[in-house]
């Protein structure tokens, strides 16, 4: 980032989208910058997660409204199944890491020592595809939960706020009573999957990024590797809370 901006320039780029248009605010090209702001050493990501913290306490937080049911496609239960995932664009790294999560049946190990295993990838919000409310990248299943996750790579250079919105926006749009439906669960989850000494990693230690993540009870999980074989297809994966 050539420019640096000042606190109030990015408050005043970021208050106008919150409220215009908060179901894509996660794409906001604010919630990514690098650096500090001008005048400061605090992290842009910074700024904007306490703006967005302080009016979540206030009530005047993120506005997102459901996804349209009427233009919902009338699926049930797991849109991909195992058999049938292949690995045609070894470009495509995220979306084949949660392939490979769950062709290999990958388990999320809780804090409380609880297991899911990952059960379906690239799942759209209203699953309609390109309907333009996004995808759910992960989901896994265990205890009469379904977990929707956002996964972020081993080379990922997005930071952790704009997973965590991304997933939080989701969250609001779902249908909850679908997702139950559809992974015959009870209980309806959020997490973000990240790789450690990556950048989301790394801002774990961001005050007002993680007191979001507390505000809105997200789970995070460190993937780490177990094998990587002949890499996609033969990775394997086990996912652990560490928040």
Known sequence: MSIKYNYNE??????????????????????????????????????????????????KGLKI?????????????ILHKREHISFNNTNRNEEN??????KQRS?????????????????????????????????????????????????????????????ETYFRKVSEEKLKKCYDAEIVEKAVIIFANTRPYNDLKDEFVMKLRDKWDIAIYEAKIDQVGDWPQDARYTLYQIY
Do not use: W
């Not at 894509?24 to 967005?52: Q, T």
């Not at 890491?97 to 769950?102: D, E, L, Y």
């Open 10 to 59: 990015i408050i005043d780029m970021i208050g106008a989208k919150i409220d215009e248009d908060a179901g894509s605010f996660y794409r906001n090209k604010a919630v990514n910058y690098r650096g500090e702001v001008r005048h400061s050493d605090e992290k842009y990501s910074e700024v904007v997660a306490k703006h967005i913290y302080d009016l979540e306490k206030q009530g």
């Open 65 to 77: 409204d459901k996804v349209d049911h009427s233009k919902e496609k009338e699926t049930i239960g």
């Open 97 to 102: 890491i949660a392939k490979s999560m769950v």
């Open 107 to 167: 388990k999320f190990i809780s804090k409380t020592g609880k297991e899911m295993e990952a059960v379906d990838y690239q799942v759209p919000v209203n699953r309609v595809y390109h309907s333009g409310d996004g995808k759910i990248d992960l989901i896994a299943k265990g205890d009469h939960r379904v977990t929707i996750c956002e996964l972020k790579d081993n080379k990922s250079e997005e930071t952790l706020l704009r997973a965590l919105l991304e997933i």
